[in-house]
């Protein structure tokens, strides 16, 4: 059992010493990819270690039993002690989503609705606001189209986890279920006979990529500015400072308005740019190689409809999972734990299923 751990051990015993070389430490960006993967084994080779002592000393327990008694009870005692590390170890080799550690960019877009589809984005924000308010992340608006009545017709934020966060745990880990389109019923602001509508906003979201991890190539860009403007069209300034980006190979056109500073809204375009470029290749290769790709949850069918807030019930229904609760304004509030969890452990059980065919 756990026999491919040996060689994880040798792996984490190699780092250490490369890490210790102050030569390493001259190229900082091998040095931080040497260092995550070193936090990421560290957990694994250190329940490894206490899984094996522990099976030692039950058969130790259990030879004292034999003439003594009183140590059955110890043997139980260590028994119990190694079914949740032989749980802990599996969970911890269920295979890694290499993104778990990265920031993202999480994008809101207003759908089919109208104004009450831009107000139902504008509560989605906010949602995601305050949850990571909560988590102890920072939150950067990138750009913001706002509609009339104070609702969003698109709106880009960059969320950042806090330092010495735990490996595997960054704002990826949990907001990368988000991604699809959230569905609303209730009876709109704008809607006088107090009929239930149901109209839907959709989530993108990205791991922010880093300016290493995608290279674009100056020539394959044309940037055109422009004069920004807000809800109702009227100028929010007076000089051509928005920019919209198109990647020309791609065809992703990217368009940021936020600052009133052009240099300010083309660093912003520039960093949604990566992020999505960044998510387009990885996505590509997870198709190229779709046996090695485990998760059951998430779907690279972004247009996905994955979750939907009932108001007049105050219910909150996620369609992947099953999960329900009647606590639809509590979430709405930023308390999302609950539901992403359910996320996070329909995915580690669709891993290990996979795991455990693959070994069969």
């Not at 949604?272 to 998510?279: D, G, H, M």
Request: aromatic content about 4%; proline content about 3%.
């Amino acid at each position: 059992m756990f026999e491919a751990v040996e060689e994880l051990i040798g792996e984490h015993a190699d780092l250490e010493k490369q890490l210790a070389d102050p030569s390493v430490h001259a190229d900082q960006a091998n040095a931080r990819r040497l260092g995550r993967r070193y936090a990421e084994l560290t957990p694994i080779v250190t329940t490894y270690r206490a899984w094996r002592q522990t099976g030692d000393d039950i058969g130790t327990a259990r030879e004292l039993a034999a003439d003594d008694p009183e140590f059955a009870a110890e043997v139980k005692d260590l028994e119990r002690q190694r079914e949740e590390l032989t749980e802990r170890l599996r969970m911890l080799l269920v295979p890694r989503d290499p993104n778990d550690d990265k920031d993202v960019i999480l994008e809101v877009k207003a759908g089919e609705g109208g104004e009450e589809s831009a107000l139902f984005a504008g509560d989605l924000l906010r949602m995601y606001l305050r949850y990571a308010e909560r988590a102890g992340w920072k939150t950067e608006i990138l750009d913001a189209n706002e509609s009339d009545l104070g609702g969003y017709k698109d709106v880009s934020v960059a969320v950042k986890a806090r330092a010495g966060h735990e490996p595997g745990h960054g704002v990826w880990a949990r907001l990368k279920y988000e991604g699809g389109v959230h569905r609303v019923q209730r009876v709109p602001a704008t809607e006088s006979q107090g009929r239930i509508h149901t109209s839907a906003a959709g989530v993108l979201v990205t791991p922010e990529a880093e300016e290493v991890e995608v290279e674009i190539n100056p020539n394959d860009l044309r940037i055109d500015v422009y004069r920004s403007s807000g809800p109702g069209g009227q100028s929010v300034n007076t000089t051509d400072s928005a920019v919209r980006i198109t990647h020309l190979p791609s065809g992703l056109v990217v368009s940021c308005q936020n600052e009133k500073s052009q240099l300010q809204n083309k660093e912003s375009a520039m960093r949604i740019l990566r992020s999505r470029l960044l998510a387009a290749a990885q996505e590509e290769a997870e198709k190229e190689a779709s046996d090695a790709r485990r998760s059951q949850v998430r779907t690279v069918d972004r247009s996905e409809r994955i979750r939907t807030y009932n108001f007049p019930e105050n219910r909150i229904s996620d369609h992947r999972t099953g999960f329900k609760a009647y606590n639809l304004d509590q979430v709405l509030d930023g308390e999302l734990d609950t539901m992403i969890q359910a996320c996070v452990d329909a995915d580690a059980a669709a891993k290990l299923a996979a795991a455990g065919e693959a070994a069969g």
